[in-house]
C-alpha cells in the first residue's frame, strides 16, 4: 500500500512566501500602486503569521490585479516571477525530501492557502502535479474575474479540500499506509494533528512548541 506525502508550500518547499512575494514582484513591475500595495501585503502577511488573517479581505486584495490581465500576459509575468522570487529559494535538501517520497513510489500532494495561478508552476518545478490550492473564478473572456471559488484551502479549509481531492479519487486516509504532512505554520496544526506523520518545517514558534511536546520530526532548511 502506498503513502501519501503532502506538503504545504510557502517556507517547507521554498524558503520565501510567495504569496508575500507576489505583490512584491509587482510593485517592482509597476503594475501596481506601491505605497499601498506594500502597505496592505505587510499587513495580511502579519495577520497569516499571527493567525488572524481575514481571508476574504485578502483574497479580493491579492486576487484583483489578475483580472487585468490575460491568461497568456500572466503565465509571462510568473515566469520572470518564478526565476526571480523563488528558484534562488529552494535549497537541496528540500528538492532532497520530494524526491524521497518519489523514489519510494508515494502519492505526492501539495496543499496550500495561496492561490492555484500562482502555486501550481512551483509545485510543477518539483515533479509534483497533484496541487490544491485557492480556486480562481475564470470568466466567459477566459479571463480571472478577481474572486475565488469553493473553499480557501487555510486552516480547517485544508482538511475540506483534502477529503474533497480524496473523495473524487474515490480515496479516504485509509486508502494509503501513511499520510505525511509537511508544514512550517501554526495555520496547518488542523491538518498536522490528523495525519499519520506530521513533519515540522522551518517551523513558527506555536508549531515548533507542539512539535516538540508531541515527539514530532522538525526539519530546518534556511
Known amino acids: 500500500m502506498k503513502n501519501l506525502a503532502i506538503f504545504d508550500l510557502d517556507n517547507t518547499l521554498i524558503n520565501t512566501d510567495s504569496d508575500h512575494s507576489w ?8 503594475i501596481v500602486d506601491a505605497a499601498e500595495t506594500e502597505a496592505q501585503n505587510e499587513k495580511f502577511y502579519q495577520d497569516y503569521q499571527n493567525g488572524c488573517l481575514d481571508i476574504d479581505a485578502f483574497l479580493k486584495f491579492h486576487l ?12 509571462e509575468f510568473h515566469r520572470e516571477f518564478m526565476a526571480e522570487y523563488i528558484v534562488p529559494h529552494i535549497s537541496p535538501m528540500q528538492r532532497m ?10 502519492e505526492m500532494l501539495v496543499i496550500s492557502s495561496t492561490n492555484e495561478f500562482i502555486i501550481t508552476p512551483i509545485c510543477h518545478l518539483f515533479g509534483i502535479h497533484n496541487v490544491i490550492g485557492t480556486q480562481l473564478e475564470t470568466g466567459e473572456d477566459g479571463r480571472y474575474t478577481g474572486n475565488y471559488v469553493g473553499t480557501p484551502s487555510l486552516k480547517e479549509g485544508k482538511i475540506t479540500r483534502l477529503n474533497q481531492w480524496l473523495a473524487e479519487r474515490g480515496e479516504t486516509f485509509e486508502s494509503y499506509g501513511k499520510v505525511y504532512f509537511y508544514s512550517d505554520s501554526k495555520n496547518d496544526l488542523p491538518l498536522l494533528r490528523i495525519v499519520d506523520e506530521p513533519v515540522a518545517v522551518n517551523p513558527d514558534a506555536e508549531l515548533e512548541k507542539e512539535a516538540k511536546a508531541k515527539g514530532w520530526p522538525i526539519l530546518n532548511f534556511k
Do not use: C, N, T
Not at 505583490?23 to 509597476?30: D, E, M, T
Not at 484583483?64 to 503565465?75: T, V
Not at 520530494?98 to 523514489?103: D, E, I, T
Open 64 to 75: 484583483a490585479p489578475l483580472a487585468r490581465f490575460s491568461k497568456e500576459e500572466l503565465a
Open 97 to 106: 525530501l520530494v524526491q524521497s517520497h518519489q523514489m519510494a513510489g508515494d
Open 23 to 30: 505583490p512584491q514582484y509587482l510593485i517592482k513591475k509597476g
